[in-house]
């Protein structure tokens, strides 16, 4: 047997091993014929299935296994990420960044807008994500980049626009079908749609998952959140603020959910540190307050619980010119009795 069919033979029984569930067999055998692969012509492995090779070059990538060579081989041939090849550490031609800032990177390099020709196709690029990057009505785009021209002018000045953005970054990542627009989702990794995915995985670990997957879950979503979307653009377009209210909300939702899961695992210390990050994300939300308080409390950290509630007192008088709300101060009344209670016992034993 030569190489190239050991090559592909080492593959196959990698993916096998993969699908029948036994990943520490499929890791070692993925391994051994990477390692083969070595300085060798690796064009050979686009004969297996294109699901097949995008899912064993995430695996490689997820497991750090020989990510050198496996990365040179998606780069070279270009290869697009199938639904198994999904992974942040894949090699994508184009990173978005869109959590507390706008970035644009294209094959490592990010891309700095430095003229005026290139302001309106990064207008068509953030509107596109920001309506969700998939099937985007042409009409729509229209409407709100050009609403002053009529129709035809309209759609002239957005296939200029198309033209520049596709050389910018690359004819095949934003495709245009039936008057639909999408990013191409083999060729472009957005950070928003990262987060969406991994905020789902982490609301279906709180049905039924285990506290350790749930605090590694919450923490790789809260690094994922760098701010809020779009969150150093000073247009505040609608379409722009209703994605990142979504975000925001969703995302504090999740920290609420999983502190929940946590508290009631007995875990309060990863409550308490899920909770204040999420403060850190919107210091206005007074459910974060309240289950801050609520923790401490348990822990017997009546003074670090009183702390909080000043600062909540204190930036909603700042920012909003208003008291905390009825339920807050309930809680911090709660705060306040326990440790009374706490200072009567200790009185009563001296």
């Known amino acids: 047997m030569d190489s190239k069919t050991k090559m592909l033979s080492g593959m196959l029984e990698a993916q096998f091993q993969y699908s029948a569930g036994d990943d520490e067999a499929g890791s070692i055998t993925l391994e051994r014929t990477l390692k083969m692969a070595r300085g060798k012509d690796l064009s050979i492995l686009r004969q297996l299935p294109a699901d097949v090779i995008s899912c064993l070059c995430a695996r490689a990538l997820v497991e750090d296994v020989q990510t050198d060579v496996v990365r040179e081989f998606i780069r070279e041939q270009r290869m697009p990420a199938m639904l198994g090849g999904c992974c942040e550490q894949w090699p994508w031609p ?105 905020l789902t995985e982490l609301e279906q670990q709180c049905q039924q998952g285990k506290p350790g997957d749930i605090d590694m879950l919450t923490q790789k979503v809260l690094a994922l959140y760098q701010g809020h979307f779009l969150g150093d653009e000073n247009s505040g377009q609608p379409w722009q603020l209703a994605t990142r209210e979504r975000l925001r909300s969703r995302m504090l939702r999740a920290i609420l959910t999983a502190g929940g899961y946590l508290e009631r695992a007995g875990n309060i210390e990863s409550a308490i540190a899920i909770y204040q990050k999420g403060l850190e994300i919107d210091e206005l939300a007074e459910d974060l307050y309240r289950r801050l308080m609520t923790c401490m409390v348990s822990e017997g950290r009546f003074a670090e619980a009183k702390a909080v509630y000043q600062r909540c007192e204190k930036i909603l008088a700042t920012i909003l010119g208003i008291e905390p709300s009825t339920n807050t101060m309930k809680v911090y009344a709660n705060v306040m009795s326990n440790q009374n209670s706490g200072l009567r016992l200790v009185h009563s034993r001296v």
């Open 94 to 198: 184009v990173r978005l960044y869109t959590l507390g800032r706008f970035s644009l990177v294209i094959d490592g390099n990010p891309m700095i807008s430095s003229t005026k020709a290139q302001h309106r196709p990064l207008e068509l690029l953030k509107l596109i994500i920001s309506l969700g990057g998939r099937g985007v009505s042409v009409g729509r785009v229209c409407d709100e980049l050009w609403p002053d021209q009529e129709g035809d002018a309209a759609y002239k000045s957005f296939t200029v626009t198309l033209y520049r953005l596709r050389k910018m970054m690359g004819n095949d990542t934003v495709l245009l079908s039936d008057s639909m627009l999408s990013l191409n989702n083999q060729f472009c990794w957005v950070d928003s749609w990262e987060l969406q995915r991994q």
